[in-house]
């Protein structure tokens, strides 16, 4: 069973700086099939990143996925005041079928 | 635009039944798989199972086979989830998300508003 783990649980951080998310997962997964998502308070998750490092539709270039096997990571280059969140790592088809990593929660320093 | 719009939130006693919904709108719903996705109070994420719109397929998380009851109706473009018997461990937001699984890519790329369940005595 592919358990996904998100580092750091928690990443405090002043707009205008850069922001490291990583998700690993206990056995390798197809870079196809891994997406990252953004959740805000009392919203439903939106698709940031599918195919590891491919943007979703009107997402903004400081966002950037990359990574491969069992480490994958998320990039924001320049934190935004709006993407103080937390943000979900996904994998599809490796058993079980469907999962989300823990969350990792972006906040304000 | 492509949508998808879920039902209103409710508020049930353990032991009742619930049906959820989940409209599509904007696009082939005849031609996606539809997600659902639980989330507890304070909690991540959490696979329930994936219908697929067309053909009524169903693929479920083993943690909640035998607990929910996918199911859909193409001609309305509406997903269900349905509780027989609610516990109050089913208190919680409920999300359907579109699934796209084409070109090798697997992702949920619409979200719908998620349906607020509590249940309670």
């Known amino acids: 069973e592919v358990i996904l783990t998100q580092s750091p649980g928690t990443l405090s951080l002043s707009p205008g700086e850069r922001a490291t998310l990583s998700c690993r997962a206990s056995?390798?997964?197809?870079?196809?099939?891994l997406a990252w998502y953004q959740q805000k308070p009392g919203q439903a998750p939106r698709l940031l990143i599918y195919?590891?490092?491919s943007r979703a539709t009107g997402i903004p270039d400081r966002f950037s996925g990359s990574g491969s096997g069992t480490d994958f990571t998320l990039t924001i280059s320049r934190l935004e005041p709006e993407d103080f969140a937390v943000y979900f790592c996904?994998?599809?088809?490796?058993?079980?079928?469907?999962?989300f990593g823990p969350g990792t929660k972006v906040d304000i320093k | 635009e492509v949508q998808l719009m879920q039902s209103e939130a409710e508020v049930k006693k353990p032991g009742e039944s619930l049906k959820i919904s989940c409209k599509g709108s904007g696009y082939d719903f005849n031609k996606y798989r539809i997600a659902w996705v639980r989330q507890m109070p304070g909690k991540g994420l959490e696979w329930m199972g994936i219908?697929?719109?067309?053909?009524?397929?169903?693929t479920y998380s083993p943690s909640f086979q035998g607990q929910v009851t996918m199911s859909a109706d193409k001609s309305s473009s509406v997903a269900y989830l349905n509780w027989r018997s609610l516990k109050a461990s089913d208190t919680a937001k409920y999300y359907c998300?579109?699934?796209?699984?084409?070109?090798?890519?697997?992702?949920?790329?619409?979200w719908g508003k998620g349906t607020t369940v509590t249940v309670s005595s």
């Open positions: 056995q390798s997964v197809s870079s196809n099939y």
């Open positions: 195919g590891a490092s």
């Open positions: 219908i697929h719109a067309g053909d009524y397929d169903t």
């Open positions: 996904h994998q599809y088809g490796s058993s079980p079928l469907f999962n």
């Open positions: 998300a579109r699934l796209i699984i084409m070109a090798g890519y697997a992702y949920m790329d619409v």
